[in-house]
């Protein structure tokens, strides 16, 4: 199927330091959305991008949506233990498969203290 | 409270064996989904079904089954033609039919066949 391809698979920080997963599709995307999941938990929503360009923060979480809408990145400034998880972009289908979400491979974060 | 809930947590089965995962919404979304999920992999799609009594495959559908008699329930299959069904399962619902909205998980089911 259609696949959005997440880099990088595995992220060490220290803590402090930034951290930034990549989001890419070969096709221009509906949307994006990102989740976290924490170690032996399950995925969370974060937020979803809609518009070309598009920008959105929350706290030291920064989403961005590429203008032509085939890549999306989220960004975090200056990494804490707490943000230690696998974060996942997951891309819409619209159409009559509304609702149906394909999910990166997810990076894996690990924050060292 | 609202909320998704896969039971049981943990399950293991025979080999040779078919074994019935849970997963019960009361947030009154018609979307429901079913995802496997391998270490250091993402989600993979099984099932979905977007109203009751329908639902369509995913991307990795065989061995497995689906039924959707209530809005609420959406029960998963792995059948002993899963070939391997040691995973993490996890159920997912989302609300609107129009357009993709955020997909509430369910706690996970991790299946190990012994």
């Known amino acids: 199927g259609q696949q959005v391809m997440q880099i990088p698979q595995y992220q060490h920080v220290q803590e402090g330091e930034d951290f930034t997963t990549y989001c890419n599709s070969s096709t221009t995307l509906s949307n994006i959305q990102w989740y976290k999941q924490r170690p032996g938990g399950h995925p969370v929503f974060l937020i979803q991008l809609v518009k070309s360009g598009e920008v959105k923060k929350q706290k030291r979480l920064t989403f961005q949506f590429g203008e032509a809408k085939k890549n999306s990145s989220l960004h975090i400034t200056a990494t804490q233990t707490t943000d230690v998880g696998t974060y996942f972009c997951a891309k819409g289908i619209g159409g009559t498969s509304y609702g149906k979400l394909t999910f990166g491979q997810g990076t894996i974060l690990t924050v060292h203290p | 409270d609202g909320g998704i809930t896969q039971s049981p947590k943990y399950l293991f089965r025979k080999e040779g064996q078919n074994v019935t995962l849970s997963c019960e919404q009361n947030l009154n979304h018609d979307a429901m989904y079913w995802y496997r999920q391998d270490p250091g992999q993402g989600l993979r799609l099984i099932y979905y079904s977007q109203i009751v009594n329908d639902f369509q495959k995913g991307d990795i559908a065989e061995g497995y089954s689906v039924s959707r008699e209530k809005k609420e329930s959406f029960p998963l299959t792995v059948t002993s033609a899963q070939k391997n069904p040691t995973a993490f399962y996890l159920c997912?619902?989302?609300?609107?039919?129009?357009?993709?909205?955020?997909?509430?998980f369910g706690q996970g089911t991790r299946l190990t066949v012994v």
């Open positions: 997912a619902s989302s609300a609107d039919r129009g357009q993709n909205t955020e997909a509430f």
